[in-house]
């Protein structure tokens, strides 16, 4: 089955303990990237990936970094989190071509942070 | 930048009643654009896409959408809603290899 797979699907930790989200699809997708969903706001994208060692910043990457380093796989890591970063995260895969220009995204079932 | 925005927090409707979500885009050039729909603790679904051609776009589940040019708008719309449409929609649009988003409208229908 064609899927993007977060883990874990909730996190509490404290302030200023690293943490790792990680992401893995299995659709051979080149493009990947991370969102942060917020009432009111809707979705923000933090990073995205356009292939396997290149990452570039999406709207809101202060105090995330990510790595990309084989296709399938795209953690999005807090090295140290706030509480203003409790949030819900998802991450999205599409397929090749002009990223998502004129391709559907397929969506990760979320992992729901809180930092305290 | 190019953007969405959705005109309502919330839409409840009957069940067997037509739905309509709003969303106006502010795009330059040739816009392209999504809806989405998030059920309770789940990830987002694509439920249809404007590229180009056709201005009545239609998706997953019996939704369709169309493309009005003059007005800046890209409403969803299901003929006769059923209770279990009751989620979250996104309407949002490329821009720069990122999907931008609109704030989201919950949608409720009752039996």
């Known amino acids: 089955e064609a899927q993007v797979t977060q883990n874990p699907r909730y996190l509490i930790t404290v302030t200023g303990k690293k943490l790792t989200v990680t992401c893995s699809q299995n659709m051979n997708h080149e493009y990947m990237s991370w969102y942060r969903q917020d009432p009111g706001l809707g979705l923000r994208q933090i990073y995205y990936?356009?292939?396997?060692?290149?990452?570039d910043k999406g709207d809101v990457p202060e105090g995330y970094k990510v790595s990309r380093k084989e296709k399938r796989n795209f953690p999005l890591i807090l090295e140290s989190p706030s509480p203003n970063q409790t949030s819900l995260y998802f991450c999205?895969?599409?397929?090749?071509?002009?990223?998502?220009?004129?391709?559907?995204?397929?969506f990760g079932q979320g992992t729901r942070l809180t930092v305290v | 930048a190019q953007s969405v925005a959705q005109p309502e927090d919330q839409v409840n409707v009957a069940e067997g009643n037509p739905l309509t979500v709003k969303c106006t885009y502010s795009v330059s050039g040739n816009p392209y654009l999504f809806w989405y729909v998030q059920y309770p603790n789940r990830g987002l679904q694509f439920l249809l896409k404007?590229?180009?051609?056709?201005?009545l776009v239609k998706g997953s589940y019996g939704f369709e959408a169309e493309f009005n040019k003059s007005q800046t708008s890209f409403h969803l719309k299901k003929p006769s809603a059923l209770v279990s449409d009751s989620a979250l929609y996104f309407c949002a649009t490329d821009n720069d290899y990122k999907l931008s988003f609109g704030a989201g409208t919950t949608v409720t229908v009752r039996a």
């Open positions: 999205a895969s599409s397929p090749p071509g002009r990223g998502l220009y004129d391709t559907e995204a397929f």
């Open positions: 990936s356009m292939n396997v060692e290149v990452t």
């Open positions: 404007y590229i180009t051609g056709d201005n």
